[in-house]
């Protein structure tokens, strides 16, 4: 019998530490994560700082509770993997340092992974994922459209030009007086509301797959100061529905447009902004009513935001590739796809 | 017991291989490079130089802070991922202790870490029958009330870091003769100092628990706690698992 491929994953780029055990890229045996929200919502975001000191007393607890759940030993190992960017330096490096150790101490690989690739292969914990495939991913600091021509290939044909869509959401969300972090809140206010502000849909009829939420930002921010300055009070429950219909028709019909324009039988929707239930919905009605042979897949909500699961699933592809690191690897906060070649920002 | 030492509390990095009381072996680094790009490559080599292999160390020590936040983390996140990973004893040991135990001198020594806006990290340490002894605890403070502190004392007060040179005038304005000075190399931290001091020290009951010793909360956590004076009490965890 083949050993089995057993992957020690470590995640720490937000205000999120994980650690997770994942088998041949596909099933977990543990996914142990420790989340920051009561401590960042303090101060309505991450405070850097405040996060990376969170990581340092956590990670290794969250390792031998991965290890531990999943009931493995070091020799059963093939591999640690870790995220090594894009996010917050220091929280980052709390990561990278504490996998390279495991990695050097028992003589184990050790595989870096772009944390965007973690987001998009959450989605292998669904299915199997079938290339060409197109991937959107929407969080907190990231709004792309990624085209994978192959596994673990990645090439951003369209992007956000300001603000990521999750950072809208927050924003919003603050101007509402909801509490950090603010998705799930408007997500719920929607659900009650109408869209009857008709804010603007921002890029929608450019040719391009980009967007710009900055624009939607200010319009809603406008709205509602206006409105405070005549003494009138607004339908919180109608300027969440309003926004977030903005939000959703700009990103559902672009991703719809590049799912026609590549030669893609599936669409992924990762990232923390993935787990919005209107997103979903529109999405679902969208491949239905144009390309009801396309396959949408989206995590489970478990999976949408940082978890170390999804940087062992993307670790598994990439080793497969050639992907390794030594005791030199160092964070890369700023760590991107390419973007396609004939991609104009 | 086998010792694996590592400090990277400051510019420098040093690490140290000591078996009982003999150096195998160390490194310091002290060039404009990551912290995080250095540290286990050093580890590596001398491991390699000394014939030794991870998991024959018994015991791994680390400078605690103070120093710069990232700098601290990096030591102390890679030292206590070691012992835990190979379950071995960790122990932790001040920044300001390391550089402390470089000098011999007598009377009372001041170690100064610079921490901006005319704040430092310091704290005073004597050497008593061969031991060094935390006099004053390590603080972050302004230089001023801690050279009127010192001011009163009769002893000799010997200021040790590289960052000294930056406040040897303000000290001689304060304290005169009785001020001493030690900086450039020979104020580097020197790990197999770090190693000694750590045979000497308890391990710690709680590895996960771990963490820096910072001296300062972060500004985010002030100004939360000046506008929400009790919250401090009683608040749920602020960090859980889900």
């Not at chain 1, 340092?97 to 998009?120: D, E, Q, R």
Request: hydrophobic letters at 45%.
């Amino acid at each position: 019998m083949a050993k089995r491929e057993l992957i020690l994953a470590f995640e720490s780029s937000c205000d999120e530490t994980s650690v997770a055990v994942i088998e041949d890229g596909a099933k977990i045996l543990s996914n142990i994560i420790a989340s920051q929200i009561n401590s960042q919502k303090r101060f309505g975001g991450v405070v850097p700082e405040v996060a990376s000191r969170h990581h340092v007393e956590q990670v290794t607890l969250c390792a031998e509770e991965a290890m531990t759940e999943a009931g493995v030993t070091y020799a059963d190992l093939s591999a640690v993997a870790v995220t090594y960017g894009p996010g917050l330096v220091g929280a980052l490096l709390i990561g990278v340092a504490a996998a390279k150790t495991v990695a050097f101490a028992h003589h184990l690989p050790l595989i870096p992974v772009n944390h965007m690739a973690g987001h998009i292969y959450a989605a292998r914990f669904v299915k199997p994922l079938v290339y060409p495939l197109l991937a959107l991913l929407v969080s907190g600091g990231h709004t792309e459209i990624v085209y994978l021509k192959a596994a673990g290939e990645f090439e951003i044909i369209g992007d956000t030009r300001d603000d990521a869509a999750g950072e809208a959401f927050d924003k919003v969300g603050r101007v509402l007086n909801l509490t950090y972090p603010a998705g799930k809140k408007i997500d719920d206010l929607s659900k009650q509301g109408q869209d009857t502000f008709n804010f603007p849909r921002a890029m929608l009829h450019e040719p391009n797959y980009d967007f710009s939420f900055s624009g939607l930002k200010s319009a809603f921010i406008n709205t509602v100061h206006n409105a405070e300055q005549r003494g009138e009070t607004l339908s919180k429950v109608d300027l969440a529905a309003s926004f977030q219909a903005s939000v959703i028709d700009v990103i559902v019909q672009k991703t719809m447009r590049a799912a026609k324009a590549y030669p893609v039988q599936q669409l992924v929707v990762a990232g923390g902004v993935a787990a919005n239930s209107g997103l979903r919905a529109a999405f679902q009605q969208a491949v239905a009513a144009e390309t009801p042979d396309m396959d949408v897949i989206f995590p489970p909500l478990r999976l949408c935001s940082d978890n170390g699961a999804m940087i062992g699933a993307a670790a598994h592809v990439l080793w497969a590739k050639g992907a390794h690191a030594d005791g030199r690897l160092n964070a890369d906060p700023g760590l991107s796809f390419d973007y396609a070649s004939d991609f104009q920002a | 017991m086998l010792v694996l030492a590592m400090d990277t509390s400051n510019q420098a990095l040093s690490v140290a291989l000591v078996r009982d009381e003999a150096l195998l072996a160390e490194t310091t680094i002290n060039i404009r490079k990551t912290h995080s790009e250095s540290l286990l490559p050093a580890i590596e080599n001398l491991m390699t130089a000394a014939n030794i292999e991870p998991a024959d160390v018994d015991r791994f020590v680390v400078a605690q802070g103070p120093g710069s936040y990232t700098g601290i983390r990096i030591a102390v996140t890679t030292a206590k991922t070691f012992a835990w990973t190979l379950q071995k004893e960790l122990v932790g040991i001040s920044s300001l202790a390391v550089v402390a135990s470089n000098t011999q001198a007598t009377g009372l020594i001041v170690p100064v870490f610079n921490a901006r806006r005319n704040a430092v990290f310091t704290g005073a340490y004597c050497w008593q029958q061969g031991q060094l002894v935390n006099v004053l605890p390590d603080r972050h403070q302004d230089l001023a009330p801690l050279l009127a502190e010192l001011a009163s004392q009769t002893a000799p007060v010997t200021f040790i870091g590289t960052d000294v040179p930056l406040f040897q005038d303000q000290i001689q304005a304060a304290l005169g003769d009785q001020a001493q000075f030690v900086s450039g190399w020979a104020a580097l931290p020197q790990a197999r100092q770090l190693a000694w001091l750590g045979e000497q020290g308890q391990p710690v009951a709680n590895q996960h628990r771990f963490a820096p010793q910072y001296l300062r909360q972060t500004e985010a956590e002030v100004n939360w706690l000046k506008q929400h004076p009790t919250a401090s009490k009683g608040h749920e965890p602020y960090v859980e698992e889900i």
